[in-house]
């Protein structure tokens, strides 16, 4: 029992663990992206950008999971995830992703605008120019100041991907669950837990790595 | 010819006029200072000749190339506008040192960057001299040290050193030493002064007025915008001529 309980278990969680890797590949570039959007002087590029950052960040991502899945198919009669376990997944990544990506970029904006303006400055009058400026003076300051909210959004995805399983994305939760039925017990979802604890104790002590690299510099 | 001439610079932020028409000249070597009490667009000045600001009108000449002119202008591209800049260089109030860089990298970054695109930098020199600089500095012994390891006299000293790296033509201070305390002022003076002693033309915005005195050829008393009185610094310090000025320079007595 145990051993087809954890083959199962290990399954679900293969599924977890790809909706949270591809979720992070395409957030945070897609979420730098938005957040050059949101600081943007044009108000025309930076109101709707805010707008729908707050739109997304304002409703539970409950929510849009189901109407990402569903959406297309009820109200454009198109079936754009395609039948089966991948179309599901494909919904509930491209949800996840806009998702994530509008937290970050608000981490973006923060860090990035918590820069004093003399370092922009201080590179302007020593003739740099403003791509040099970011990459080698801005850059590092920012990413050593988004560390530890970037960190607790990560975290939080690794447990925000088991409400991938409303619109029936197997993962490690469901898995867990189905023991419920099949076989009467409970001790399995209980195993789940040891899969988050697991996990997200890695990234805290991978996240803890990067702060101590970057320890070396302090930021005023 | 003046190796700087300045004349007629407007600047106004909204309906603030906050320089209504600055001119003056300089010649290489000399040092001028520049006072006035708060807001009466000292930094403003400065931020205009290293092209932080644009002026609304007048014009920049330095070494007979005319840097800026209103008149004439059309938008100039990041490229120009770098290679203007370059003609200056700023120190900071607040330093704003790159706290990722030692201070021999701090020194070294710009120029390392210039050096790719201007091939007549010599790139395997710029180390060299920004250590020399570091000593010049009496920082021999801070090379390595990151921004948060030095004292704000330290760092400031490294900022100064950041900008003669790049051997600007003229080396600006924006109130070198007001974030200083005390002790920390008198090593920062120290080594302004002993630019000045190498004929290294400086424009120093400062409210030290006995350093200013002893340090600048030139002072020049600012308010409201305008320059009220300019001359050799001991004249105008110690016996200005203006009401306005023997008002001012009486709070530092
Ligand atoms: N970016 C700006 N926008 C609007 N007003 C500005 C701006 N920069 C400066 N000012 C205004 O211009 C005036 C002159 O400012 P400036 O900083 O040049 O004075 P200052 O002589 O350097 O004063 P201090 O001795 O306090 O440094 C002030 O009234 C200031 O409020
Ligand atoms: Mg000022």
């Given at each position: 029992?145990?051993?087809?309980v954890?083959?199962?278990?290990f399954?679900g969680f293969?599924?977890?663990?790809?909706?949270?890797?591809?979720?992070?590949?395409f957030?945070?570039p897609?979420?730098?992206?938005i957040s050059?959007?949101?600081?943007k002087?044009?108000?025309?590029?930076?109101?709707?950008?805010?707008?729908?950052?707050?739109i997304?960040r304002?409703?539970?991502?409950?929510?849009?999971?189901?109407?990402?899945?569903?959406?297309p198919?009820?109200?454009l009669?198109?079936?754009?995830?395609g039948?089966?376990?991948n179309?599901?997944?494909?919904?509930?990544?491209?949800?996840?992703?806009?998702?994530?990506a509008?937290?970050?970029?608000e981490i973006f904006?923060?860090g990035?605008?918590?820069?004093?303006?003399?370092?922009?400055?201080?590179?302007?009058?020593?003739?740099m120019?403003?791509?040099?400026?970011f990459?080698?003076i801005?850059?590092?300051?920012?990413?050593?100041r988004?560390?530890?909210?970037?960190s607790?959004?990560?975290i939080?995805?690794v447990k925000?991907?088991?409400l991938a399983?409303?619109?029936?994305v197997?993962?490690?939760i469901?898995?867990?669950q189905?023991?419920i039925?099949?076989a009467?017990?409970?001790?399995?979802?209980?195993?789940?837990?040891?899969?988050?604890?697991?996990f997200?104790?890695l990234?805290?002590?991978?996240?803890?790595?990067?702060?101590?690299?970057?320890d070396y510099?302090?930021?005023? | 010819?003046s190796?700087?001439?300045?004349?007629?610079?407007?600047?106004?932020?909204?309906?603030t006029?906050?320089l209504?028409?600055i001119?003056?000249d300089?010649?290489?070597?000399q040092?001028?200072s520049?006072?006035?009490s708060?807001?009466?667009?000292?930094?403003?000045l400065?931020?205009?000749?290293?092209?932080l600001?644009?002026?609304?009108?007048?014009?920049?000449?330095?070494?007979?190339?005319?840097?800026?002119?209103?008149s004439?202008?059309?938008?100039l591209s990041?490229?120009?506008i770098r290679k203007k800049?370059l003609h200056?260089?700023l120190?900071f109030q607040?330093?704003n040192?790159?706290?990722?860089y030692?201070?021999?990298d701090?020194?070294?970054?710009?120029p390392?960057l210039?050096?790719?695109?201007?091939?007549?930098?010599?790139a395997?020199?710029?180390?060299?001299r920004?250590y020399?600089l570091l000593?010049?500095?009496?920082?021999?012994?801070?090379?390595?040290n990151?921004?948060?390891?030095l004292?704000?006299?330290?760092?400031?000293r490294?900022?100064?050193?950041r900008a003669l790296?790049?051997?600007?033509?003229i080396l600006?201070?924006?109130?070198?030493?007001?974030?200083?305390n005390?002790?920390l002022?008198?090593?920062?003076?120290?080594?302004i002064r002993?630019l000045?002693?190498?004929?290294t033309?400086?424009?120093?915005?400062?409210?030290e007025m006995s350093?200013?005195?002893?340090?600048?050829d030139?002072?020049?008393f600012?308010?409201?915008g305008?320059i009220v009185?300019?001359?050799?610094?001991?004249?105008?310090i110690?016996?200005?001529r203006l009401?306005r000025?023997?008002?001012f320079?009486?709070?530092?007595?």
């Amino acid at each position: 029992m145990f051993l087809s309980v954890t083959g199962a278990l290990f399954a679900g969680f293969l599924n977890t663990l790809k909706l949270f890797v591809l979720t992070l590949l395409f957030s945070l570039p897609l979420g730098l992206i938005i957040s050059f959007g949101s600081m943007k002087n044009l108000k025309l590029l930076r109101y709707p950008v805010k707008f729908f950052i707050w739109i997304i960040r304002g409703t539970p991502l409950m929510l849009q999971l189901l109407v990402i899945y569903y959406g297309p198919g009820i109200i454009l009669h198109a079936n754009i995830w395609g039948s089966g376990d991948n179309g599901r997944f494909s919904a509930a990544l491209v949800a996840f992703v806009i998702n994530y990506a509008c937290y970050f970029s608000e981490i973006f904006r923060g860090g990035i605008q918590s820069i004093p303006v003399g370092q922009y400055e201080a590179g302007q009058v020593l003739g740099m120019t403003k791509h040099q400026i970011f990459t080698k003076i801005i850059l590092l300051q920012v990413i050593k100041r988004i560390i530890p909210p970037i960190s607790n959004e990560v975290i939080t995805l690794v447990k925000d991907t088991s409400l991938a399983r409303v619109i029936a994305v197997y993962e490690v939760i469901w898995e867990g669950q189905s023991f419920i039925k099949s076989a009467g017990i409970i001790w399995p979802l209980f195993y789940t837990g040891i899969f988050y604890l697991l996990f997200s104790g890695l990234l805290t002590l991978l996240f803890g790595y990067i702060e101590k690299k970057l320890d070396y510099f302090k930021i005023k | 010819m003046s190796f700087l001439e300045v004349k007629n610079i407007k600047k106004n932020f909204g309906n603030t006029e906050v320089l209504k028409d600055i001119s003056f000249d300089m010649d290489k070597g000399q040092v001028v200072s520049v006072i006035g009490s708060s807001g009466s667009g000292k930094t403003t000045l400065l931020r205009c000749l290293n092209f932080l600001e644009t002026p609304d009108s007048g014009s920049i000449r330095i070494k007979d190339e005319l840097l800026f002119d209103s008149s004439v202008n059309t938008a100039l591209s990041e490229k120009e506008i770098r290679k203007k800049r370059l003609h200056f260089g700023l120190v900071f109030q607040s330093f704003n040192l790159f706290p990722q860089y030692t201070a021999i990298d701090n020194i070294c970054l710009a120029p390392s960057l210039l050096s790719k695109e201007d091939p007549s930098i010599d790139a395997s020199a710029i180390r060299d001299r920004a250590y020399e600089l570091l000593i010049q500095m009496g920082l021999s012994n801070r090379v390595d040290n990151y921004p948060h390891e030095l004292s704000g006299g330290q760092q400031q000293r490294v900022a100064i050193a950041r900008a003669l790296a790049l051997n600007p033509d003229i080396l600006c201070f924006d109130e070198p030493t007001s974030a200083l305390n005390p002790e920390l002022t008198g090593e920062v003076l120290k080594v302004i002064r002993e630019l000045a002693d190498k004929k290294t033309t400086m424009i120093i915005v400062t409210h030290e007025m006995s350093f200013a005195r002893d340090v600048s050829d030139i002072a020049i008393f600012m308010d409201k915008g305008v320059i009220v009185e300019q001359g050799p610094s001991k004249e105008i310090i110690d016996s200005p001529r203006l009401e306005r000025t023997k008002q001012f320079l009486a709070y530092y007595r």
